[in-house]
């Protein structure tokens, strides 16, 4: 079936550090791929999103490379700042985006 | 776009009672979704209404709970005879239902069922 892995959290990072977040999916059709972050107490924000091979989706200074042959959609940032800290969800959506399937969530601390 | 709406941000139940939850999603947006999140988990799919219509639910919906979009545009999400395993965080999500639409999420009603 169609799913999403994301790397485990905590990712623990100090201010300007560079960031990865891994991310995986497996889809039987062409699904298109998103990132969304949420902050302590609110609900999910659209970070970025690709919706076909080789796209990069970029936002806020962060990036997400479509890659079909590795089937990855990974989450970088090349200087963290406090702000940052939140969850990261990787997320893919097929069959003409009536359904979208969400990875577990990956916690980011970014230390001053 | 005043963003999606939802009712209440809490509710704290006693096992066995009724809730209802409300989502008003942003007013263009034709298709609704319903989440529930539990603690360090992603989002996990409950059901969809296309309008007025819904389209697709989950087997995670048991018979205890029931949704509605009566005139496609808010919506309320009953969970009868609450369980304790209940407990979670509830998110509605919109879409515009066409090209690339992502999901804008509400802020979520958090259930505590004691």
């Known amino acids: 079936g169609d799913s999403v892995t994301q790397m485990e959290g905590p990712v623990t990072l100090s201010e300007e550090a560079f960031l990865t977040i891994n991310c995986t999916y497996t889809a039987t059709g062409y699904p298109s791929l998103f990132w969304y972050v949420q902050y302590p107490g609110e609900g999910l924000q659209l970070l970025l999103k690709?919706?076909?091979?080789?796209d990069k989706g970029s936002n806020k200074g962060f990036e997400a490379t479509y890659r079909k042959e590795t089937t990855s959609f990974h989450l970088e940032k090349g200087s963290v700042q406090v702000s940052d800290s939140a969850v990261y969800f990787c997320?893919?959506?097929?069959?003409?985006?009536?359904?979208?399937?969400f990875g577990s969530g990956t916690k980011l601390n970014v230390k001053p | 776009d005043t963003g999606v709406s939802q009712n209440p941000r809490h509710k704290i139940t006693k096992r066995g009672q009724n809730v209802t939850f409300r989502c008003d999603p942003i007013?263009?947006?034709?298709?609704l979704y319903w989440y529930r999140q539990t603690l360090g988990q992603g989002p996990e799919f409950l059901t969809y209404?296309?309008?007025?219509?819904?389209?697709?639910k989950s087997r995670l919906l048991s018979d205890r709970f029931s949704a509605e979009r009566p005139k496609g545009s808010f919506s309320t999400l009953e969970i009868q005879r609450t369980e304790q395993g209940d407990s979670a965080m509830y998110l509605c999500?919109?879409?515009?239902?066409?090209?690339?639409?992502?999901?804008?999420f509400g802020n979520g009603t958090r259930l505590t069922v004691t």
């Open positions: 209404f296309q309008n007025e219509a819904q389209l697709e």
């Open positions: 997320a893919l959506s097929v069959d003409n985006f009536n359904k979208f399937y």
């Open positions: 007013s263009e947006h034709n298709r």
């Open positions: 690709a919706t076909k091979a080789d």
């Open positions: 999500a919109s879409s515009a239902g066409q090209g690339s639409s992502p999901l804008h």
